[in-house]
């Protein structure tokens, strides 16, 4: 039976046998997450061949593969991926892809360990949201600049210059949403979304971040979690809470119709965009723009 | 075509023909839905397998996985036992709840990891090939294949050793343990090997095409034959054929891979459903447009050969008399032309030698209350068939 199966396979390869190389000379690099595809393109610019697995709006956790997928992987010569459990299993398969002379790099790699959010219960796991924090992105740019200068040697001075225009821009994107962040007063810094994205964010920024779902997006929110987060809500006369882009809507309505239900009012303040960028094309489609974005909804909203 | 692509494809046959094994018996003992509730019951093991090692890769985390499959089964078997509830009830009734169980696990111990099935499973065929098994530092090929690899050795020697006994237990029990074989054995024997082959599939294929691949090429082949060797040879064949179709349409449609592979396992059974040669919908609605011919003839003959008057058997006057349309009777007239059973004279239609034989037949069978007989004497009688 396997010969079977084996003459089948081989006469479809005879009857459709074509290359899927469409290398020009340039470095084939595959992205996973649509910030860390912009990251790249931010530094790698023309001179690399960029191709993203995932696109606006789609959950890490919850993306799946298509066959083109499966040409991008193989035909890739270098692949930057978040890391952190962030993909999943696809980690594992990264982790495994050195093998075949494929270069795979997990960007929190290059962050201390020590400064990570670990998890209360299994230390060796980490929060992987490490984008929501400006300063680790600085250093993730200087990663990839650096990774990039050591596949292709000769662009080397090109992709450091586009490194440190871009650090600088970030520091600016900082800069900015300090400013902002400080119309605030410091007791309405208190950030409730659907799930726990936005630690790096809080604890970069001074707010204080309650999620309603665990981790993982694959989990329910327990009846006991929104009673309990609407209690925090209402006891610390938070304004408005934030549906994530990534994540459905109606979690965070729940919690709004449990408040609702002891006789006060929060609004939903508008949708910030967690795991993913926002539409390309759209400024939210940047990595810079939707930082902007997310800190203006939170700011507008909770004022 | 990549070596990747040509992998995707040999990972896709081997487990299409690993499913269409335990599957073809599954759907013979009307428990096909047993794939999917493994598919979710093992969610506790692998809840437990991480609170024992902290490590997401650990290959115990998979080994618990089965294992919690295996006791899906045994549950499931307790529960019809006791004869309150059916063998659906019972799957309904087990799974759920072990999934639940998992649910709840990570809900209080381990809310903040990245912990569930998708986690440990990799369940994506187009990552598949990525995943390579080194063995001394050489590269032997994708991990997945050589899982299933392993898994379809071994149940296709369990298949060949014990053929005789899991066909008898399969459709007569009673006779299988007066012929002294334990009909319970071989029915644990075959559920551990559906429930490891599902979680190897799993790993490699994802849930849904795991149970679509059981259950989808074994019911398709069921519509073609009842010989139990044919019916997995052809459940295999169809399993195969959809696993390489499907990819290939995952190609020119760039979508999920197993998706394009269920949907091309659902458009088989649909083709088979309506084109087999005897159960298939087309062929059962031919055979009854030909049997409605076929006793509006017997009807006319009679008739015929009780009325010898000019008038009742002028043919103008035969959409009065037995209350025919014209079509109806003309295509009726047309057949016993045909058949040699009436000649025509003047307009007036007479049986010939034959007609009457058959008629006279005929009318004793149905006197004798012995109706079934008629359609063996068609065989005789008839050059053409209505």
């Known amino acids: 039976m396997k010969r079977f199966v084996l003459i089948i396979v081989i006469s479809l390869v005879i009857a459709s046998c074509k290359s899927d190389k469409t290398s020009n000379g340039k470095l084939n690099v595959v992205t996973t997450t649509s910030m860390i595809t912009d990251l790249v393109k931010n530094i790698g610019g023309d001179l690399i061949n960029i191709q993203g697995l995932m696109g606006s709006g789609i959950d890490p956790h919850l993306y799946k593969a298509s066959e083109g997928d499966v040409s991008k992987l193989s035909n890739a010569d270098l692949i930057f991926y978040n890391g952190l459990h962030l993909e999943g ?10 093998n075949q002379n494929i270069k795979t790099v997990p960007i929190a790699e290059i962050i201390d360990e020590r400064t990570l959010i670990g998890s209360d219960y299994f230390q060796s796991n980490y929060d992987p949201h490490i984008w929501f924090d400006v300063d680790y992105w600085k250093q993730a740019t200087q990663y990839v600049a650096q990774k990039l200068g050591e596949a292709v040697p000769e662009h080397k001075a090109t992709f450091e210059s586009n490194g440190q225009r871009y650090i600088a821009e970030l520091e600016a994107l900082k800069a900015k949403l300090i400013t902002t962040i400080e119309t605030l007063p410091k007791e309405k810094r208190i950030l409730v979304t659907a799930h726990d994205a936005f630690n790096y964010f809080g604890k970069a920024f001074g707010f204080e971040v309650v999620g309603l779902q665990g981790l993982s997006t694959a989990t329910e929110a327990g009846v006991q979690d929104v009673q309990k987060l609407a209690a925090f809500i209402i006891e610390n006369n938070v304004k408005a809470i934030f549906v994530e882009s990534s994540v459905p809507k109606r ?7 449990a408040v609702k239900s002891k006789d006060h009012d929060v609004e939903i303040g508008g949708t910030l965009f967690s795991d993913a960028l ?3 094309g759209t400024t939210e489609g940047t990595y810079i723009g939707m930082f902007t974005f997310n800190v203006n909804t939170i700011v507008n909203a909770l004022k | 075509m990549s070596n990747a692509q040509i992998e995707i494809q040999i990972i896709a046959s081997l487990v299409a023909i690993a499913c269409a094994i335990p599957g073809t018996f599954l759907v013979l003992r009307k428990m096909a839905m047993i794939s999917d509730a493994i598919s979710h019951s093992i969610l506790p093991g692998i809840v437990i397998g991480f609170f024992i090692t902290h ?25 019809q036992k006791t004869g309150l509830v059916k063998e659906d009830t019972a799957i309904g009734l087990v799974f759920p709840i072990l999934f639940s169980i998992g649910v709840i696990m990570i809900a209080k111990n381990a809310n903040d990891v990245h912990l569930d099935i998708d986690a440990v499973l990799l369940g994506e065929l187009a990552f598949a090939p990525f995943d390579r098994l080194m063995i001394a530092g050489s590269d032997v090929g994708p991990k997945s294949m050589w899982i299933i690899g392993s898994i379809l050795v071994i149940t296709i020697t369990l298949l060949i050793a014990f053929f005789k006994e899991l066909k008898v237990s ?15 054995i071989m029915h644990y024997g075959l559920m551990s090997v559906a ?20 259950i989808a090429p074994a019911a398709a082949a069921y519509l073609i034959t009842t010989d139990l060797k044919k019916m997995l040879l052809y459940a295999i064949c169809f399993g195969v054929f959809s696993a390489i179709s499907g990819y290939w349409m995952a190609h020119w449609l760039d979508a999920s891979i197993a998706g394009s592979i269920t949907t091309m396992l659902g458009l088989l059974f649909l083709s088979v459903y309506l084109f087999a040669p005897s159960k298939g919908i087309i062929a059962v609605m031919y055979r009854e447009k030909q049997q409605r011919i076929e006793v509006s003839l017997l009807t006319f003959l009679l008739h015929l050969q009780n009325h010898d008057e000019i008038e009742e058997r002028h043919v103008n006057h035969l959409n009065e008399h037995i209350n025919w349309q014209k079509v109806r009777s003309k295509t009726v007239l047309d057949l016993a032309l045909k058949n040699n059973m009436i000649s025509i004279d003047n307009k007036v239609v007479s049986l010939t030698e034959k007609g009457k034989t058959f008629t006279l037949k005929a009318i004793d069978y149905i006197i ?13 009688f008839f050059l053409f068939r209505g």
């Open chain 1, 89 to 98: 299993k696809l980690v594992e398969v990264f982790e495994k892809m050195g």
């Open chain 1, 251 to 257: 979690t965070i309505e729940a919690l709004q119709a």
């Open chain 1, 278 to 280: 926002g539409n390309a």
């Open chain 2, 55 to 79: 490590d997401l890769n650990s290959p115990l985390l998979i080994l618990l996985a089965a294992l919690t499959g295996i006791i899906t089964v045994v549950l499931v078997e307790y529960i």
């Open chain 2, 170 to 184: 399969t459709f007569d029990a009673g006779l299988a343990s007066a012929l002294g074989f334990s009909p319970v």
């Open chain 2, 195 to 214: 429930s490891v082959t599902t979680v190897g599939a799993f790993d490699a294929v994802g849930a849904i095409l795991v149970v679509a691949l059981m």
């Open chain 2, 368 to 380: 004798t209350n012995e109706d079934s007989q008629i359609e063996d004497m068609k065989d005789d």
